[in-house]
């Protein structure tokens, strides 16, 4: 089962938590979770929605761990890897590359400046597929509820997205002035 499945776990708690840091801890913790539950799970729901709601139960857990230690939000970005990891396609320049680049950890950057619960649900519906049934069933919560999440983290991500761009724009004029 830890192997069907821990990739999506690792991706999951990666995109919820924005960091590396304990991420193997974090993983190990939804897993042996898992394992103390299934005794009580009833079969009502696939495993990977059952597998989905714990790791949003250990995000949560490291998130409330990290303000209480009052650590700043890290993004996805992986520093560490090489360069040649990073160039997906070889057919692009390297300042589209650069711009892609830069608008990646803009989202990422708002993707985490967004409540928890806003950025649980787009990171479970954008990034996992998940449908609303099952982010609803996952998180406890009414159909409607989610689809409310869903609507206001995309309308705050966008609006953060564009006033970036606008803060670029402006950068960029005042140095070529």
Known sequence: MV????AMVFRTLLRLTGSHEHLDDLAQDVFLRLYRALPSFRGEALITTYLYRI???VAQDEWKRRRRVD???VSLSDETSAWEERLAHPDRNAEQLIEEREFQQAVEVQLQRLSQIERTIIVLYHQEERTYEQISYSLGMPIGTVRTHL???RKKLREAIQEHKIKDRRSICQTNS
């Open 55 to 57: 790791a949003v139960n």
């Open 71 to 73: 650590r700043s939000h």
């Open 151 to 153: 609507h206001r983290g």
């Open 3 to 6: 192997r069907d499945h821990q």
